[in-house]
Nanobody, 115 residues
Framework: QVRLVQSGRGLVQAGEALRLSCAASGLNFKIATMAWYRQPPGNERELVAEIASDGSPNYADSVKGRATISRDNPRNRVDLQLNNLKPEDTAVYYC?????????WGQGTQVIVSS
């Protein structure tokens, strides 16, 4: 069974940086595309960043230049570093993988950026 467990702090000041981690188990991690999504208050879930099995990243326009997604295959872990946080980055952040046509989600991390 695929399991994604997130870690990272959730209350930050505007301008600060945030690092979220996601530990994956129950899958062949090295072949999985991993992603981070977020759901702002009152809005739909949106893609923040994803990283393919070959390590190539893709970022949402809203975080380009501020975000770095990375993966550690031996440790089955994917991280999201988000710099220069803005109040509009406030959201619940979710780790995700789509594995054999099924979506799997982490438990979610509430991130609040105070100005």
């Amino acid at each position: 069974q695929v399991r994604l467990v997130q870690s990272g702090r959730g209350l930050v000041q505007a301008g600060e940086a945030l690092r979220l981690s996601c530990a994956a188990s129950g899958l062949n991690f090295k072949i999985a595309t991993m992603a981070w999504y977020r759901q702002p208050p009152g809005n739909e879930r949106e893609l923040v960043a994803e990283i393919a099995s070959d390590g190539s990243p893709n970022y949402a326009d809203s975080v380009k230049g501020r975000a770095t997604i990375s993966r550690d295959n031996p440790r089955n872990r994917v991280d999201l570093q988000l710099n220069n946080l803005k109040p509009e980055d406030t959201a619940v952040y979710y780790c995700n993988t789509r594995y054999y046509s099924r979506n799997f989600w982490g438990q979610g991390t509430q991130v609040i950026v105070s100005s």
